[in-house]
């Protein structure tokens, strides 16, 4: 008796076999689903809060929050009114797609437009995890300084979007730490296609090319 | 045939093997060992190349620079004439104690004061892992908000020293979003013996302190 192997047949891992049920049910339901990856205090939250309130009109917006622990992002996402599910992975350094999953069937998707899933404060592990999204936000703060795409490459190479945040920071911070076309030829380095937004979610300066960005995507069916 | 089986004998993990053989390496040669660990962009490197220069006079200090990528961070340390040993991790988000052992048998360490370890930007999972280090010394900037203590506990409860960096930017930043006293008292809910030091590695404000802390440390034999 001999058994027949498939050979090419790619074996998923855990967390990939969830990214597939995600990607899916994000296809079905035909549901843009982004996934925000940055440092602690990029200003991810800030940047949902400013989202959502200015495309409260035109958008229903649904939030997966990602916390190692606290809720505190959560609630802030809540005054907004937008649904949200929180994760708190208790010292895990990233989200996984079982726990998306989890949250994605305690969402109201049929009655959003968009998803966002912000993932745990972290520029290196969770560029490592599909969760089923259709694409990654990574978010930089000026004050984290312009050398960050040749030092962790992997999400900038990964991402369909990076916004440049904080940037009524910039003066403060200086050209010599900041030096914001350095920033957009270095990611482009590693991902000619990336769309790149200098961005202030507190003074709301550049938010609107984001906007209609997101409105793009989403009118394009990703 | 029984066996005798020791209770309460802790089996030690291949990195705590390695973190105590760099514990025992630093107590025999009588070495102030110290694990920098932060967000990315926190301003670690900074804080070390104005240290070693500013106390060149007084103190040797040697480096064990960890990144995911690049030897960016060994360059700048490197223009101080300071020994630097570099670490790439190729894509770990952590030091490993192995990884410290072999730089540490690559440090002249018996013609140094003190050793620093630049752990890989990553609030995360360093804290995970010992590295046979005397203590850890953690940074925030100012920039990435004041509610990082409640978020990310382990680092501030297991750390010596917290380092608030870059409060240059504190007057741009706003008092909303980052409020000196509150970090404090976060910090100290957690780990009632932390020593803060609010700095600026740009400008020099409050350097004295650190370093002053960095001399009862080396002088107390710790």
Same mark, same amino acid.
């Given at each position: 008796?001999? *058994?027949?192997?498939?050979?090419?047949?790619?074996?998923?891992?855990?967390?990939?076999?969830y990214?597939?049920?995600?990607?899916?049910?994000?296809?079905?339901?035909?549901?843009?689903?982004?996934?925000?990856?940055?440092?602690?205090?990029?200003?991810?939250?800030?940047?949902?809060? *400013?989202?959502?309130?200015?495309l409260?009109?035109?958008?229903?917006?649904?939030?997966?929050?990602? @916390?190692i622990?606290?809720?505190?992002?959560?609630?802030?996402?809540?005054?907004?009114?937008?649904?949200?599910?929180?994760?708190?992975?208790?010292?895990?350094?990233?989200?996984?797609?079982?726990?998306?999953?989890?949250?994605?069937?305690?969402?109201?998707?049929?009655?959003?437009?968009?998803?966002f899933?912000?993932?745990?404060?972290?520029?290196?592990c969770?560029?490592?995890?599909?969760?089923?999204?259709?694409? *990654?936000?990574?978010?930089?703060?000026?004050?984290?300084? @312009?050398?960050?795409?040749?030092?962790?490459?992997?999400?900038?190479?990964?991402?369909?979007t990076?916004?440049?945040?904080?940037?009524?920071?910039?003066?403060?911070?200086?050209?010599?730490d900041? @030096?914001?076309?350095?920033?957009?030829? @270095?990611?482009?380095?590693?991902?000619?296609?990336?769309?790149?937004?200098?961005?202030?979610?507190?003074?709301?300066?550049?938010?609107?090319?984001w906007?209609?960005?997101?409105?793009?995507?989403? *009118?394009?069916?990703?």
């Open positions: 008796m001999y *058994k027949k192997v498939e050979i090419g047949k790619k074996i998923l891992s855990a967390n990939d076999q990214a597939l049920k995600n990607r899916q049910l994000l296809a079905e339901q035909k549901k843009l689903c982004l996934n925000m990856i940055s440092s602690p205090g990029s200003g991810k939250t800030a940047i949902l809060v *400013k989202t959502i309130s200015e409260a009109d035109k958008l229903k917006i649904g939030v997966i929050e990602g @916390d622990q606290t809720d505190l992002d959560a609630e802030r996402i809540r005054a907004t009114n937008a649904p949200v599910i929180q994760i708190e992975t208790r010292g895990s350094c990233h989200l996984s797609a079982a726990q998306v999953n989890s949250a994605l069937e305690n969402l109201p998707i049929s009655k959003l437009d968009l998803i899933i912000e993932n745990v404060g972290n520029l290196v969770p560029s490592a995890f599909e969760l089923g999204e259709n694409g *990654k936000v990574v978010v930089l703060s000026v004050a984290e300084g @312009d050398d960050k795409p040749a030092k962790y490459p992997a999400i900038f190479a990964k991402s369909k990076l916004l440049i945040n904080k940037i009524d920071l910039l003066e403060a911070v200086g050209q010599v900041f @030096d914001i076309e350095k920033v957009k030829a @270095d990611a482009r380095k590693l991902n000619k296609d990336i769309e790149i937004f200098p961005i202030s979610a507190k003074t709301g300066e550049g938010m609107t090319n906007y209609h960005w997101l409105e793009r995507k989403i *009118k394009a069916g990703q």
